[in-house]
């Protein structure tokens, strides 16, 4: 459906799949999902006393604590939305890891390399 | 190997690695995963007193919350081969995705994607 | 503050201290926790395709999987309102073992024990 | 061995037990257990970007997403300790309890309650 | 029912539990169940290239890891039966703790206190 | 960026990406994962009274009973190089199957075939 002359990018490779589930299932008449979707929104949202960045690294701590591959790839991106530099998602990334064991190392490793492919192409983009 | 004019669907993917790798495990030795096996088998068999369906879309509530994609798939197609319906499984994918959390969303859009892929191919069956 | 001639039985303890808490979480001001315990009310409501005693079933299945022993009690107690019998129940006890493996077995014997007092209570009252 | 005119609180209990078998562990020969201890405390050390208070927060989303009852306690301990308020535990809270699902609300009610003798003890101190 | 002069120990309390327990489930008209537990014996069984006393504490490791307090208990208890000794079980311990993280350690506390009184009893008893 | 004649094998994949991306988190200034890497290590050595094989099957065990992929490739590695034997490793998987239940099955494939990739190599190396 879309011609890339080059292989997607990880981020795109994620959004693109993303974009296109989430439509479908909002796009179904599930009233349960709708909600959730909505509390989801809600749960981060810049509001009451934490800020969204620090919502979003929680977010991304317990992703990477639980193995997520997608939940890390998307809270990464929201917490550099929201303002976190790389050194305060990494100081995340060792609390997750620290607590969650060796068995985490293999979704650090992905980790890593999302935030640095979205790093790099931040600075391209400038 | 195999030579495909096209890329493989979701589900002949699946049943392709399924199959082979179950026939080298069948093929061992070990008595514990031919015992295993066929424990699996008589534990969703029609028997008893929940139905053949029921089960499956049990056993699909519990690989969605548990986040097993492979389990995903396997129980959403014997749900269907059960007489399941569409939204027989959305709705045992709703209360798997309200147990399990939003960790589970990612899971869920995979298989909402393996869902639609079964259905269309059912009906261009037909 | 109570005072009881004999020792709470299971269901009264859990009973106690659920409501206790509940009432302390949704008397609070969050907005997330009041729309979460919601929709958790609409997930296992009686309307859609699946009946009300197919779902708590479901809820148990997964709750025995995941090993979280009040979900086991609560959903036990609301399959039997809703219908269910103790031979439906023993079978999704078994699912939930099969799927979830030995390590599922410890809270498997709370079950029964919390099943097996309810099933007395219930003969007892009537 | 110990003699109390009153039954302990949660947290005389949990301190009791935590102190006791800490000193058993870090007593042990054992090398691979001193240097985990001593990393879990780098980890959450006041340096770097991220502030004590912020990373006992995270400490206490992941443990409470996990269902983890002693680490939730020890977090929310450390959290309170580091200056976090009421408010801000609870949006804690609400961020691991929407990640992990309704089968973390078990955990919620005993980590509301840790809390709200925590408080109650604090006030009845000053 | 059972009257003791003095508070049950951490063993008698498991194993009078589980023996109940057990007796209760292999009691139902569960193929299942009965299936699972001879399974489970075979499993671990002194047979093929592991010797008994390498297999609990395999399961040791995975218990602990997987944070399942009785399957904890249980391996301990059998891995002494089989041979192992007070070393042994620690570096189990430690495997498991640094494969599952700091989230382990509340479990690792009650292993090690369920270790010290098995040892315990073992001098008192010679 | 390197050339291949033949697509890489399931060794080589992981190998090239667990090499790249180790380099990448030791290169960074983080203490905390410097000292995890190097806790690590310490926990498998030879010394101690466990074996290097049997710590490296221990942690093979977990890893597939916690259903994490690229730890069992690493651990099945490690093993097989501390002089374990298919029979070994295969005792070892009908272990971690029977706690962590059917939802590690397609875990179990997984391993079967890098396990049999890397037992094919060894014979064609000699």
Request: charged fraction near 30%.
């Amino acid at each position: 459906m879309v011609h890339h002359s080059k292989p997607m990018s990880l981020q795109e490779e994620f959004h693109a799949y993303r974009s296109r589930m989430n439509a479908r299932i909002l796009g179904s008449d599930s009233k349960v999902f709708k909600r959730l979707w909505s509390l989801d929104t809600l749960t981060y949202q810049d509001e009451g006393v934490l800020d969204k960045k620090t919502k979003e690294l929680m977010g991304l701590c317990v992703s990477l604590a639980m193995r997520c591959d997608s939940c890390v790839k998307y809270h990464i991106e929201e917490a550099l939305k929201a303002g976190a530099n790389e050194a305060e998602i990494v100081e995340t990334f060792e609390i997750a890891t620290v607590i969650g064991g060796s068995i985490v190392i293999p979704e650090l490793r992905r980790a890593f390399d999302y935030l640095d492919e979205l790093l790099s192409t931040d600075s391209a983009d400038s």
